[in-house]
Nanobody
Framework: QVQVVESGGGLVQPGGSLRLSCVVS????????MGWYRQAPGKQRELVAR???????NYADSVKDRFTISRDNAKNTVYLQMNSLKPEDTAVYYC?????????WGQGTQVTVSS
């Protein structure tokens, strides 16, 4: 079994920062894609950022230059540093891991940006 567990969400004021973490455990060795998606109320889930095992990253245009994704392969952990947060970043953020023959999601962590 594979477990994907996010942490680090919360309430933050506009302009503030948060760091999300996602730890993967269980019967999996090498993870190719590790990424973050988000879903706001009434909207579809969208990709925020993704990183390969080799360190190649891609970001949604809306978060470029504000968010940074990183990973620790030895710990099967992926992070999302979110700076200059805006109210429109409010959503449930989901961690995803994917590769050949597997695709797992976490339960999500709420991020609310509000004054």
């Amino acid at each position: 079994q594979v477990q994907v567990v996010e942490s680090g969400g919360g309430l933050v004021q506009p302009g503030g920062s948060l760091r999300l973490s996602c730890v993967v455990s269980g019967s999996i060795r090498s993870i190719f894609f590790m990424g973050w998606y988000r879903q706001a109320p009434g909207k579809q889930r969208e990709l925020v950022a993704r990183i390969t095992s080799g360190g190649t990253t891609n970001y949604a245009d809306s978060v470029k230059d504000r968010f940074t994704i990183s990973r620790d392969n030895a710990k099967n952990t992926v992070y999302l540093q979110m700076n200059s947060l805006k109210p429109e970043d409010t959503a449930v953020y989901y961690c995803n891991i994917a590769g050949l023959g597997y695709n797992y999601w976490g339960q999500g962590t709420q991020v609310t940006v509000s004054s």
